[in-house]
């Protein structure tokens, strides 16, 4: 079974410049997240998707961030312009489906991109 | 609001040795879940223990094993036989059951093998 894709591994931006990751989840996988990880620090869920709506976008700063799940399978997320302290790994995850009561639904993780904002 | 901590920033251990790594948490809630992650290097989280806090047992996976005291709410884990391949961060995460489902991640243990 293939795991979460992601692209690119790396990108190195100016600040103020425009910068899109992509995430293709596990065939089959209805729910989606996009995790900020700034170095020494634990993951940060930024958006949740289900299907191609979104569940959670609570700590998504709406004015620079955006993120998409078009036909529900892949999705998109975008930073313009970009700030220093965008300077993180960008993680996706996918599961079954959204964690409801004792249903574990475990998150598989894609191997991230690393944004360094200069 | 729950919170998670992590108070060893780096551990090390000798290959083929014993270590424990340590989480505590904070929650007002009875009933919810527990998991160590890993990250390796190539920066992929994999889930290694989970633990649900209504079971009295503790987890146990192959080598690693977790000590869940519910009272002092702590949720240490336990590599037996470490080997070079468990160098990595290891995270520390709780979720609830209620209406917030999301992982409340702690920041971390950095764990290095001495060959």
């Known amino acids: 079974e293939a795991g979460v894709a992601q692209s690119p591994r790396y990108k190195i931006i100016e600040k103020r410049q425009s910068v899109a990751f992509w995430c293709n989840p596990i065939?089959?996988?209805?729910?989606l997240y996009w995790y900020q990880q700034i170095l020494g620090q634990g993951p940060k869920l930024l958006i949740q998707f289900q299907n191609n709506g979104v569940v959670d976008d609570s700590q998504l700063p709406k004015d620079r961030f955006s993120a998409e799940r078009l036909k529900g399978v892949d999705s998109t997320l975008k930073i313009q312009p970009a700030k220093l302290e965008d300077s993180a790994v960008y993680l996706c995850a996918s599961s079954l489906g959204p964690p409801r009561g004792r249903a574990i639904h475990e998150q598989f993780f894609g191997p991230g991109t690393r944004l360094t904002v200069l | 609001a729950q919170t998670v901590t992590q108070s060893q920033p780096e551990m090390s251990v000798q290959e083929a040795e014993t270590v424990t790594l340590s989480c505590t948490y904070d929650t007002s809630e009875s009933d919810y879940y527990l998991f160590w992650y890993k990250q390796p290097p190539s920066r992929q989280m994999i889930l290694v223990i989970r633990q649900e806090a209504y079971k009295q047992q503790n987890a146990t996976e192959n080598r690693f094993s977790v000590n869940f005291q519910k009272a002092a709410k702590s949720f240490s884990l336990k590599i037996s036989d470490s080997q070079l391949g468990d160098a990595a961060m290891y995270f520390c995460?709780?979720?609830?059951?209620?209406?917030?489902?999301?992982?409340?991640w702690g920041a971390g243990t950095k764990l290095i093998i001495k060959p």
């Open positions: 065939s089959g996988h209805a729910t």
């Open positions: 995460a709780y979720r609830s059951l209620d209406s917030n489902y999301q992982l409340i």
